[in-house]
């Protein structure tokens, strides 16, 4: 089961993300700022990270340069609001593997995601991921 962390400071989006990939067999964690994110991190060993850019305290950008202090090769995916382009850059320099722009489109998310699982070797999910 692929194990996907949200961050994000909107706990609503967090749910609706949530659900969302529940319903499809990933197991979901949330955090609503980059402390709880980073020790979901070390605790949890998510396969890919979606993280929110602009968060109060630690913003998303911070909180991906700790993920990659952490792991290097963890994926992390960043989410964000079309203004922040110049964040993208500078997000992409630190080693975020996509990033997405709120709002949300789903369908958008799960193929990106969706990416980047299958480029894991050790996760095995190939069967799983060509039933649908
Ligand atoms: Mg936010």
Request: charged share 35%; hydrophobic share 40%.
């Amino acid at each position: 089961m692929p194990k996907l962390l949200v961050v994000d400071d909107e706990h609503d989006i967090c749910d609706f993300v949530k659900n969302f990939f529940q319903e499809r067999g990933f197991e979901v964690f949330t955090a609503s700022n980059g402390d709880e994110a980073l020790a979901m991190v070390k605790e949890d060993k998510p396969d890919i990270v979606l993280l929110d850019v602009k968060m109060k305290g630690m913003d998303g950008i911070a909180a991906l340069k700790h993920i990659k202090d952490i792991d290097r090769s963890l994926k992390v995916i960043m989410v964000t609001a079309l203004e922040d382009q110049d964040k993208m850059v500078e997000a992409s320099k630190l080693g975020a593997c996509d990033y997405i722009t709120k709002p949300l489109v789903l369908d958008h998310l799960e193929q990106t995601v969706d990416k980047r699982l299958k480029e894991m070797p050790d996760q095995g999910l190939k069967g799983e991921f060509s039933e649908r």
